[in-house]
C-alpha cells in the first residue's frame, strides 16, 4: 500500500510525501526480514528514481536489489538489475560495462525463461551493438531474436512498435 501511495505522489509531484513513504515501505519490509520483497522493492524505487530522472538515485537501488535478489538467489531480480544497470550505464556513455550487464541480463533471463526479459535484453544489446559499430550481424540477430520473441508472446505489430520505440 504504501508503494502505490508512493507511486501515487509521484504521479501528483510531490516528490517529498514519495520519498517518505518510500522510507516507511523500505522500513516495515526490512523489519519483517522479507529479503526477497525487499530486493523487489529496491528494484521497484529504482525505478521509480529512473521515471524521474535520477540516474545516481536509481543506480544505488538497482546495485542493492542486485545484492539482495543475489543473497536470496532470486535471479528474476538479479537478471533485472543487470539489465536496468546497463541501461544506466549505456546512459552515462561507458558503453562497454552497459554490454556487460546486458549481456550478463540476457544470460540470466534465458536461463530462467523469462520471455519479457529476454526479449528486452535482446533488443537493447542488438541496439547497442548496432549503436557502438561492433559486431552488426549480431546485433541485427539480436533485434531479430527479439522481434521473435515478442511475436511469440502475442504481441501484434503496433505493441512491438511501442517496446521497440521504447
Known amino acids: 500500500m504504501l508503494s502505490q501511495l508512493c507511486e501515487t505522489s509521484l504521479f501528483l509531484g510531490n516528490v517529498d510525501i514519495a520519498k517518505d513513504y518510500r ?3 523500505m522500513q516495515i519490509t526490512q523489519e519483517l526480514q522479507h529479503r526477497r520483497h525487499y530486493a523487489g522493492h529496491l528494484l521497484y524505487y529504482g525505478h521509480l528514481s529512473l521515471a524521474n530522472e535520477q540516474k545516481e538515485e536509481a543506480s544505488r537501488y538497482y546495485q542493492k536489489a542486485l545484492e539482495a535478489a543475489q543473497e536470496v538467489q532470486d535471479q528474476a531480480i538479479v537478471a533485472e538489475a543487470h539489465y536496468y544497470l546497463g541501461k544506466l550505464a549505456e546512459l552515462d556513455g561507458d558503453l562497454d560495462q552497459a554490454e556487460g550487464f546486458h549481456r550478463k541480463s540476457l544470460e540470466l533471463s534465458e536461463a530462467i525463461q523469462s520471455a519479457p526479459l529476454v526479449a528486452k535484453s535482446h533488443l537493447r544489446l542488438g541496439y547497442l551493438l548496432l549503436k557502438r559499430d561492433k559486431n552488426q550481424e549480431e546485433g541485427c540477430s539480436m533485434i531479430s531474436k527479439a522481434i521473435q520473441w515478442y511475436t ?15
Open 23 to 25: 522510507k516507511q515501505s
Open 152 to 166: 511469440d508472446m502475442g504481441l501484434k505489430e503496433d505493441e512491438i512498435t511501442q517496446e521497440i520505440a521504447k
